[in-house]
């Protein structure tokens, strides 16, 4: 007699089912800067058990879960996320960033709370399908992008959910223009050694809502996190520090990935176009004798302070898919304000020349590398 013993199956793209809502919202105006304050028509979504595997993948309309009291999500925190966005192009193409760099990070958040794993491609190519059937969602001006979050959830009994769900947001008010002004915490920690810091998973996320309202409360936009006297990322963003050096080449820096710090694609990038300048491309506005040494480096409170007094400190900077990059101009520390170098227009010109040509291959107007992908 033949067992039909099957192996689960994997998650497929060529499976897709695509069922349309039959009414659609009105799009509304484009500057809604934060996720979710207006969900695009539709989601895609494949729910996985331990016995068939997973499910063919569908797009369908926007709409509730329906969830057991006792799936694993809501009494362990078996969630993980990614953030990332979609452009327009100058040939009217939706383009995302990098993507498959967000995907393998979306695997690894899922392999370390055991949830089901899935091949980043598949995964990818049903995104490209969602972002064709939302099109309309996408905005075209430059600045204002459609967010993607992709989640996926532990149910019950090693079962999961998967979704990709979609906002339109818009430029950033403050970019460019006002500096943000960080409270470096004291009494919390976001990520410690030996923990899950470097993961996008929800269990980081929650426990920083409290030390973020301390720090609004206190008339900041956002938390530093240190680990003793360390700076490791500020609020859900990677930090740089930009150092002149004595014959006016200049050092920028951010803490090396040493499992407390989130991995940032935008991080990444920064790092990957500074070493770039000059010899592989001139990055917008900057000089082709200036020589910018990027790398890794621990970055102290006492440092940052030692820099500022020694005035070498040049510029402080966050980065991430949100915000791109931005400048910070304020830190509080100890009762005390640092106040940092500002600039016409916010950004000095080193976050300002990576802030220019970042943005310019996101939205398609600049080729480098495959980063941007047609979709
Ligand atoms: C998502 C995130 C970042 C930024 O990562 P990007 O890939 O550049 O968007 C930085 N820090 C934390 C804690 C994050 O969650």
Redesign the pocket.
């Known amino acids: 007699m033949a067992s039909t013993q099957r192996s689960p199956a994997e998650l497929d793209a060529s499976k897709l089912r695509i069922t349309l809502a039959q009414e659609l919202k009105p799009i509304p105006p484009s500057n809604d800067v934060h996720f979710g304050q207006n969900i695009t028509d539709h989601m895609a979504f494949a729910s996985y058990d331990p016995i068939e595997g997973w499910s063919a993948p569908e797009i369908k309309p926007y709409g509730p879960l329906t969830l057991y009291p006792a799936s694993s999500c809501f009494q362990y925190a078996t969630s993980a996320f990614?953030?990332?966005k979609a452009y327009i192009g100058p040939d009217g193409e939706p383009r995302l960033f990098r993507p498959a760099?967000?995907l393998a990070?979306f695997l690894r958040s899922a392999s370390r709370l055991s949830l089901p794993l899935f091949a980043p491609d598949e995964l990818l190519n049903i995104m490209k399908t969602l972002l064709r059937v939302e099109r309309r969602w996408i905005p075209d001006q430059r600045g204002h992008s459609l967010y993607l979050r992709p989640m996926i959830i532990g149910t019950r009994h090693n079962s999961a959910l998967l979704w990709i769900m979609c906002s339109p947001i818009g430029q950033y008010p403050s970019i460019g223009a006002r500096p943000l002004s960080l409270l470096a915490v004291n009494d919390a920690v976001?990520?410690w050694p030996g923990g899950t810091?470097e993961y996008?998973i929800s269990g980081?996320?929650g426990p920083t809502i409290g030390p973020m309202q301390v720090a609004h409360q206190q008339g900041y936009d956002q938390c530093l996190w240190l680990l003793g006297d360390r700076v490791t990322?500020a609020?859900?963003?990677?930090i740089f520090v930009v150092l002149k050096r004595d014959d006016d080449s200049v050092d920028l820096l951010t803490p090396s990935l040493d499992g407390t710090?989130?991995?940032?694609?935008?991080?990444?990038?920064v790092l990957d176009l500074a070493a770039a300048h000059p010899s592989r491309t001139v990055l917008p506005g900057l000089s082709k004798s200036l020589h910018i040494y990027a790398g890794e480096r621990d970055i102290t409170m006492g440092g940052l302070q030692t820099w500022l007094a020694e005035e070498c400190l040049l510029e402080v900077l966050v980065?991430?898919?949100?915000v791109v990059i931005q400048p910070v101009g304020r830190i509080g520390y100890k009762g005390v304000d640092l106040i940092l170098p500002v600039y016409d227009g916010g950004l000095g010109p080193v976050g300002k020349a990576l802030h220019q040509r970042i943005t310019d291959i996101q939205y398609g107007v600049f080729e480098w590398d495959g980063w941007s992908v047609r979709c």
């Open positions: 990614e953030g990332m760099k967000n990070r976001r990520a810091g996008k980081n996320y990322e609020g859900v963003m990677n710090i989130l991995p940032g694609i935008t991080r990444e990038s980065v991430g898919t949100a």
